[in-house]
């Protein structure tokens, strides 16, 4: 008789090739890290993470679907305690240059980057990051910057559209330096003058 497969077994394995893939992908790059590598890594058959993933662009896309999962979770938790919008809008600045420079983050912002350009190369994954960029994480500022416009905090003359790809252009070209160029990058302070920039710019 066939053992039983539990649920819980099957996503702890799920996880385990999910977090082996994320260190086989910072470690040789997207492009160069195999399904093999991963196997390597994970102790997990190729057949048993055929099971879980079509292919190894699909283990990237439910990886970063995670993360982007717990950080919007994160988000809406953390504003809860938070009155007003410029709060919320200091509360991830401070979010992003703290976990900025944890090695973790660093493995992220580099497989995201490389999956980010090679996208341009295959129409499929550029509209998933397409998608995931216009209707989640530029939605989401869009949204907190028109609530400040209704509460007053923010200037009505203040094109959310614009601020808001300049807010995640900052966040992710800031971080994706500092995980590349390491002790070398002026990461707080730099981090800082953004920050006084973008709320130059809103108010």
């Given at each position: ?12 394995r ?11 992908f910072?470690?040789?790059g997207f ?11 994970s ?14 662009d ?12 717990l ?26 240059k ?21 996208s341009?190369r ?9 998608e ?17 416009k ?8 203040v ?10 252009t ?12 390491g ?21």
């Amino acid at each position: 008789m066939a053992p039983i497969v539990t649920e819980e077994h099957k996503e702890n394995r799920r996880k385990k090739i999910l977090e082996s893939a994320l260190v086989c992908f910072s470690e040789k790059g997207f492009e160069a890290a195999t399904i093999d590598d991963i196997v390597a890594l994970s102790g997990i058959s190729k057949g048993s993470i055929y099971n879980y993933f079509k292919t190894k662009d699909d283990i990237y896309v439910q990886l970063m679907n995670e993360y982007t999962h717990l950080n919007f979770e994160h988000f809406k938790k953390s504003f809860r305690d938070l009155a007003s919008v410029k709060e919320k809008i200091h509360y991830l600045f401070d979010l992003y240059k703290n976990a900025g420079g944890k090695e973790k983050a660093k493995h992220l912002l580099l497989v995201h980057g490389e999956f980010f350009l090679s996208s341009s190369r295959k129409e499929e994954n550029h509209t998933l990051v397409l998608e995931r960029y216009r209707n989640v994480y530029k939605r989401f500022l869009i949204d907190l910057l028109e609530s400040g416009k209704n509460t007053g905090e923010i200037s009505n003359t203040v094109n959310s559209d614009i601020a808001a790809s300049f807010f995640w252009t900052m966040i992710d070209g800031i971080c994706l330096d500092h995980a590349v160029l390491g002790a070398n990058y002026p990461f707080s302070g730099v981090f800082e003058k953004a920050e006084e920039v973008f709320f130059q710019m809103i108010q």
